[in-house]
C-alpha cells in the first residue's frame, strides 16, 4: 500500500469522512482534490475545511472551460440523452475529474488515488474505468464502498468525530451539480411514488411561481455548437448560464426518471437541467433542417450509443473517438438559429431558420411558386414499389396458397 493517496474531495458527507478514515485505516497522508465545474460557490471553505479535517495539502483546481470546451460541447453536439431523459450532467464531470486525479496523483508522487463513491452507484465505474485506462499502476480505493455503513451510519460517524457535513438525517438530500445540471438523491426521492418535492429544486422554478406570460428566445449555432443567444455573442459558460437562467425561471429542465444504472439496479433519479434540455432540444431542431434523413437515422443511433457509453463511463476509449468523429463530421453544416417558447414548465421549438437550410419553400409549398415536378411522382413510386411487387408475386401468393 502506497503511504499518499490523492482523494477527489467535493467538501460533502462520504468524502468528509473519508479524509479522516483513509487514516485511520490505512495511515494514508491524504492529498484533497477539489475540482471546480461550476458545482461549489466558494472552493476556499472547501479546502479549508479538507485541511482541518486532516488532509495534509488541499488543491483547487478551476476546470469549468475544459469541462465545457471538453466535456459538454462534444455532448450537445452528440445530442447525448441516456435514456432519452437525462443529459449526462455528473456522468460528463467525472472523466475530467478523474484525469485531474491522475496528473495530481503523479505530481504529487502519490501511489493511490481515492473518491468518496459508494458500491452500488454509477459513479464508482466512471472513476475506476476512467483511471485505470489512464493510469492502470495507480492503486484506487473507494472509501464509501469500502466501510459498510449505512448513510445514516455515516452521519453519526461524521458527528462522533466532529466532522461539519453539510447534510443531517432531517435534511438527506444528496446533491452533486456542475455547470450542465443538478442531480438529486435519497430521502423521499428514493419512492417512485412520491412527487419530487419543490424544495428539491433551485433552478426550474415552481409552477406556482413561474410567469404567467410566455417567453421567446433565440439560439444562435454555429457547426453545432451555441454561440448567442437573443442576437447576443456569448462565451460557452456564460451562454450556458443565461439558458439556465431563461429557461429556469420558467420551470424548464425538471427531470423525474426511472433509471437502469451501470450496476444493474434501477433507481429514481431527479435531475433539474434548464440549458441542458432547451439547448440540446434547439440543437436536435436545427439539426432537423440541416442533416438529410440518412444523417439523421444513424445520427440518432450514434446520439443513444454515446450517450450510453459517457453514462458506463467508458470516455477514454476508442469507441468514443469514432462516435465523435462523426458526430463533428455530422456538424459542418448546423449552423443557423432557433426560436423557442418558455412558458409554464416546458420549452417548444417555434421557429427556426439556416444559411444551409435543406427545407426549401418552393418544393414543400403547395400554394404559387411551386416548382416540384408532380409528373415524376408515378415513375419514381413504381421503381420504389417493384421490390415489394416481386415480392408479392414470388413469395407471398406461395405462402396464402398454404
Known amino acids: 500500500m502506497p503511504d499518499k493517496v490523492v482523494l477527489a474531495y467535493s467538501g460533502g458527507l462520504d468524502t468528509s469522512v473519508a479524509i ?15 475540482v471546480d465545474v461550476g458545482n461549489e460557490p466558494d472552493f476556499p471553505k472547501i479546502r479549508e475545511k479538507a485541511l482541518k479535517l486532516g488532509a495534509v495539502r488541499a488543491v483547487v483546481q478551476d476546470a469549468r472551460q475544459a469541462f465545457i470546451d471538453e466535456f ?26 478523474a484525469r485531474l486525479l491522475v496528473e495530481i496523483a503523479r505530481a504529487e508522487g502519490a501511489g493511490a488515488v481515492a473518491h468518496g463513491c459508494t458500491g452500488k452507484g454509477n459513479d464508482q465505474v466512471r472513476f475506476d474505468v476512467s483511471v485505470g485506462a489512464l493510469a492502470p499502476e495507480l492503486t484506487i480505493l473507494a472509501p464509501a464502498r469500502d466501510w459498510g455503513m449505512t448513510r445514516d451510519e455515516t452521519i453519526a460517524y ?14 438527506p438530500y444528496s446533491i452533486d451539480q456542475n455547470l450542465w445540471g443538478r442531480s438529486i438523491e435519497c430521502g423521499v426521492m428514493e419512492d417512485p411514488w412520491t412527487e419530487p418535492p419543490d424544495d428539491a429544486f433551485i433552478w426550474a422554478a415552481p409552477a406556482a411561481k413561474t410567469p404567467d406570460e410566455p417567453e421567446y428566445i433565440e439560439v444562435e449555432f454555429e457547426k453545432g ?24 425561471k420558467h420551470g424548464v429542465g425538471k427531470i423525474d426518471h426511472i433509471e437502469d444504472r451501470v450496476t444493474g439496479i434501477k433507481s429514481r433519479e431527479i435531475y433539474e437541467a434548464p440549458a441542458a434540455v432547451t439547448l440540446i432540444q434547439a440543437h436536435q ?14 445520427k440518432q443511433i ?12 467508458r470516455w477514454f476509449t476508442s469507441y468514443r473517438d469514432d462516435l465523435a468523429a462523426y458526430v463533428d463530421s455530422s456538424q459542418r453544416f448546423v449552423t443557423g ?21 435543406l427545407y426549401r419553400h418552393d418544393l414543400a409549398t403547395y400554394d404559387r411558386g411551386d416548382v416540384f415536378d ?13 421490390p415489394a411487387r416481386t415480392q408479392t408475386q414470388v413469395q407471398r401468393k406461395k405462402d396464402k396458397e398454404k
Open 20 to 34: 479522516r478514515w483513509l487514516k485511520e485505516k490505512h495511515n494514508l497522508d491524504v492529498v484533497a482534490f477539489s
Open 158 to 171: 461524521a458527528q462522533r468525530n466532529n466532522i461539519p457535513i453539510p447534510i443531517t438525517s432531517a435534511s
Open 72 to 97: 459538454v460541447v462534444p455532448a450537445l453536439k452528440a445530442n447525448a440523452l441516456y435514456q432519452g431523459k437525462y443529459p449526462l450532467a455528473t456522468a460528463l464531470a467525472r472523466p475530467l475529474m
Open 374 to 386: 408532380r409528373s415524376a411522382a408515378v415513375g419514381f413510386i413504381k421503381l420504389f414499389g417493384l
Open 285 to 298: 431542431a436545427l439539426e432537423s433542417m440541416t442533416l438529410s434523413r440518412e444523417q439523421l437515422r444513424l
Open 302 to 313: 450514434i446520439s443513444s450509443e454515446y450517450a450510453d457509453l459517457i453514462y458506463d463511463g
Open 337 to 357: 438559429t432557433v426560436r423557442l417558447k418558455l412558458f409554464k414548465g416546458s420549452s417548444a421549438v417555434v421557429g427556426r431558420k439556416s444559411p444551409y437550410s
Open 225 to 248: 455548437v451555441p454561440t448567442a443567444v437573443n442576437g447576443k455573442k456569448m462565451a460557452a459558460i456564460d451562454l450556458i448560464e443565461k439558458v439556465n437562467e431563461l429557461a429556469g
